[in-house]
Structure formats: C-alpha cells, structure tokens
C-alpha cells in the first residue's frame, strides 16, 4: 500500500475522531497515533481508551498496524464509493493523503508528521540517500497538492477513480 493511500486511511480514523493536532509515528510496519480532539467548549483533550474504543474496538492505542490499514483502506473505498458532495481539502484524511503522495513522489523513508496548528505540517522522513530530513510544510501547500489530485481523479476514467489518491 503506498504512502498516499495508507494516511488517507488514517486521516479518515482522525477525522472520525475529530482530531485537530496529532502526531504519527511509524513504528516498523505499524503507525502510531497521539492525538488531541476538538471538544464542544472549544478546549483540547488527550484521546481517552473511550474515545478509542468508539474506532478501535478493545484496543486503548491509536496503533494502526498493516491488517488495520487494509480494513480501513476497503472501509473507506465503500464510502467513497458513495460520495457526500465536495471533499473538504483541510480534513486530516486530504491532508494526510497530500503528504502521503509527497512521500510517495520523493521516495523517501516516513519517520513521523505533526500537526500543531491550523497552518504547517512537519514531516520527518528518511531520504533516499540514508539522511534524516525535516520539513515544514504549509497546509495552504499541501491544499494546492489536493486540488490538483481530485482534478485527476474528477477527470480519470470511472474504473480508474481513487487508484492512486
């Protein structure tokens, strides 16, 4: 599974969870996820086991291993199958997914993303030579890299839709 489908299946587990900030680590084959989400009074708060539960079942960790990402990945191929209107461009899942296409078009190795604020993603990754790079990216960046992907994907034959986004 590329980059590019792997975090868009899990900004679709985020955005479920109304997260705002996170960060992702991966660990081996698996990511793990430590996340904030929006609460009514407008306040943040760590993701409890409870929360958790509501996505993940018995499990107390937003740990998203390959088996998880590709019953996610079958998941939301169903529902996008069935599509709600527009995509909102600054969801996690869009979010995610434009990073994870940037990664894809570099080659590199992801280490980990965060997401502190409404305005810059920091990716760390792996470069294809053996350094550890950091790089902050602007989400308006990222929005740009979306608009150009759901055009592909408005204008791609209909067996072709969401091949590679």
């Known amino acids: 599974m590329s980059y590019a489908e792997t975090l868009r299946s899990i900004g679709e587990a985020l ?5 705002e900030t996170f960060k992702l680590l991966r660990e081996g ?6 996340a904030k989400t929006e609460t009514i009074d407008g306040k943040h708060r760590n993701l409890q086991s ?3 539960e509501r996505f993940r079942g018995r499990y107390p960790e937003l740990r998203f291993s390959p088996e998880d990402l590709a019953r996610l990945e079958s998941e939301g191929r169903t529902k996008r199958r ?7 461009p600054n969801s996690l899942t869009n979010i995610l997914r434009a990073v994870g296409t940037y990664m894809d078009l570099k080659g590199n190795s992801l280490l980990t993303i965060s997401k502190e604020g409404a305005q810059w993603v920091v990716i760390r990754y792996k470069s294809d030579i053996g350094g550890i790079c950091t790089e902050k990216v602007e989400i308006s960046s990222l929005y740009a890299m979306f608009v150009r992907l759901y055009s592909k994907r408005v204008e791609a034959p209909a067996g072709d839709q969401g091949s590679n986004l």
């Open 15 to 19: 955005d479920d969870l109304r997260v």
């Open 50 to 52: 409870t929360d958790l």
């Open 82 to 88: 069935e599509p709600e209107g527009v995509p909102q």
């Open 29 to 34: 084959n698996d990511y793990l996820v430590r």
